[in-house]
């Protein structure tokens, strides 16, 4: 028995210890835009668009809109898009739409009805597209919250990186240990799964795409097809991505502490609830892909918890090298967030709600025939014919 603990467990430590390394020596490379050499290098002129797409958002849209009408960029709009809401979102709008600090840069769409073959989301962002001015399209979502410099600081870094595609990553507003806990997991597939310092290399296969900040040159989005070749896609972010990154365009990803944030979901449960949106689609809509990954995560998250209890003598050792490749990890995240290294203890039961997440995603799609999305179901088979 204690043979199987040594090979299980070694080989847990190989792949830990490499992803570490891995991340400890290419994370430096990824800009931090909140520093301060990032806040006025050079004037940039560059017309962009902020498209906001909104459904039932009446508890963020306000504030959002708010902060995007203050930011201290010079040539910028927004267009905000109510999306067949049923809440008061579409009137919280037209009332800042219509404020004296709001009409000049603001822009209104109301979408009453979803055409067949979309997502919500998807044709929201694509309608506001097609009335944009900017040279740059922004989009971004109904509950981020922006800095004032955080577009100048994008705009600076796209233009001295002569890059194509900005993807700038939010920071998380997290209230209590289930959020922390939750978030904490998240980032850590995240990482494990994309490797966002691979992202401007265009020998490999790494791409990058935020719901909270994808910052596109109008150009580029029109060569790709526009979101009319993403009209299906649950993942619409990290598609139009690997889209950019597929078509050989220069791909950035970078920091920004503070500039952009969002209360992702209130509690374990809402993350849970969150991500079982869309988990099944992560796992490109196939039950068998779902099921492997779901066994992964239990190898590579619990098994070296299970481990370390059920082994005995030395034969623990290559599992408390695992934990503390992990809590490396751990360290590494604290750094970049707010979340405390010691929120590893917590590792295993975030690891089997994510389990969970994935294979109830599974469930619910494969017994509805399809998913809810904002109210609106879509049938699977139609959802896979629409994946890029």
């Known amino acids: 028995m204690s043979y199987v603990h040594w090979v299980v467990g070694g080989t847990l430590a190989l792949i830990w210890f490499w992803r570490l390394l891995d991340a400890a020596l290419g994370m430096p490379s990824v800009v931090d835009i909140a520093r301060p050499e990032w806040s006025r290098k050079q004037p940039n002129t560059s017309r962009v668009s902020i498209i906001v797409p909104a459904r039932n958002e009446e508890e963020n849209i306000g504030q959002t809109l708010t902060q995007l009408l203050h930011l201290d960029y010079d040539n910028y709009e927004v267009i905000a898009v109510n999306d067949r809401s049923t809440d008061r979102t579409g009137e919280l709008i037209n009332r800042i739409a219509s404020a004296s600090t709001g009409h000049s840069r603001l822009k209104v769409v109301h979408v009453e009805s979803l055409p067949h073959g979309w997502l919500g989301k998807t044709h929201a962002m694509w309608t506001a597209a097609n009335q944009a001015t900017g040279d740059w399209l922004l989009f971004t979502d109904a509950d981020v919250l922006f800095q004032p410099g955080a577009l100048t600081r994008a705009m600076t870094y796209a233009t001295a990186e002569h890059a194509d595609h900005v993807v700038l990553f939010p920071s998380f507003v997290m209230k209590g240990c289930g959020e922390k806990m939750m978030i904490a997991f998240f980032q850590t597939l995240f990482v494990f799964g994309h490797r966002p310092w691979k992202v401007a290399d265009p020998s490999t296969k790494d791409f990058m795409g935020v719901g909270a900040f994808n910052l596109i040159r109008r150009s580029v989005y029109e060569s790709l097809g526009t979101y009319q070749a993403l009209r299906l896609e649950v993942l619409d972010d990290m598609k139009l991505g690997k889209q950019v990154k597929n078509a050989g365009y220069a791909q950035r990803n970078v920091f920004g502490h503070g500039l952009i944030s969002l209360r992702w979901a209130k509690?374990?449960?809402?993350?849970?609830?969150?991500?079982?949106?869309?988990?099944?689609?992560?796992?490109?809509?196939?039950?068998?892909?779902?099921?492997?990954?779901?066994?992964?995560?239990?190898?590579?998250?619990?098994?070296?918890?299970?481990?370390?209890?059920?082994?005995?003598?030395?034969?623990?050792?290559?599992?408390?090298?695992?934990?503390i490749a992990l809590f490396g990890v751990y360290i590494g995240m604290s750094w970049m967030s707010d979340v405390p290294a010691y929120y590893v203890v917590f590792h295993p039961i975030s690891s089997l709600l994510f389990v969970y997440i994935m294979l109830s995603s599974m469930t619910l799609a494969l017994a509805r025939g399809g998913i809810v999305w904002r109210g609106t179901f879509y049938p699977l088979e139609e959802l896979k014919r629409g994946m890029v």
């Open 267 to 323: 509690g374990a449960f809402g993350v849970v609830r969150n991500l079982t949106k869309n988990s099944f689609a992560i796992m490109s809509f196939e039950w068998w892909r779902t099921l492997v990954s779901a066994f992964a995560l239990i190898f590579l998250n619990l098994i070296p918890f299970v481990g370390i209890l059920a082994a005995h003598g030395w034969a623990r050792a290559p599992y408390a090298l695992v934990l």
